[in-house]
């Protein structure tokens, strides 16, 4: 008799130790495979980087021509049409709230400073990484997939010089390019809601913005937007060359290309955002910039 103790299971003890243990195994195995992922992605990149040295190889115009192309002229009219709407939605909601102040003029200035360093540039690479990097993740994902790749390799032509440095670089030129494109669609999407509609002084909204927007806030986001551009074109090729097979694994790689890509551009937006601000006070002396002034 044990006065009605229980007396523990040892298969129970058992079990919930193996448990555990596979808990933490499994924990292990992913915390290896991410630090893996990492480390080939950091490989590809420097090899990305390496392989523009050896220019005559990919700035080919018919290699770098029809990437251009397609990342630049062919998302012009997206980007513009939603810039302009971006630009005419900041009006709209900020027009009552400094009309309240007797301030409605000034509002073009911070519709296009906040369109110049901040929406402008990540709405661009945003709306790229989607309709670009996914893109290129595909035709990238397919190609190996169909072993292309390993045929390029068998022939002696590194793939990244062939197809990756074509793609990163316009990727580079162009994100830039289209950011100026949706800035200038937003300012004018503003400008026109802000004036035209709620019959605000023309010339005190560019007065007041170009007070407000200065050669540096345009520096500003174009930065980003280089930054961006390389970051979106090295995810895309980077998912696209380590997708897993069939047409799952090539959407599965689409998809990861594009939350890869937007996750970055929001974590670079956040450092240099801070960095340029940190040079943009030093630049100033220390001198902050005020709406109302």
Known sequence: MNGGAAVPDATSQSGSGLSLLGMLMALGARVDRSLQGAGNFTNFAIETVRGFIFFWTWLRWDRLARQLFFIGTMSVPVLAITGAFIGMILAIEGYLQFAAIGQEARLGGVINISLTKQIGPVLAAVILAGRVGCSLTAELGSMRVTEQLDAMRAMAADPIRVLVCPRVAACVVMIPALTIVSNACGVFGGWW????????NSEQFWRFSSAMVTWFDLFNGITKSLVFGFAIGVISCYKGFNCRPGAVGVGRATTDS????????????????????????????????????
């Not at 809601?193 to 605000?200: H, P, W």
């Not at 937007?262 to 601000?277: D, Q």
């Open 193 to 200: 809601v802000t004036t035209q509609v709620y019959d605000a």
């Open 258 to 293: 594009f939350v890869t890509s937007f996750l970055a551009i929001v974590f670079i937006n956040l450092v240099l955002a801070k960095l340029l601000n940190e040079i943009d006070l030093w630049r100033t002396g220390g001198v902050l910039r005020a709406v109302f002034t």
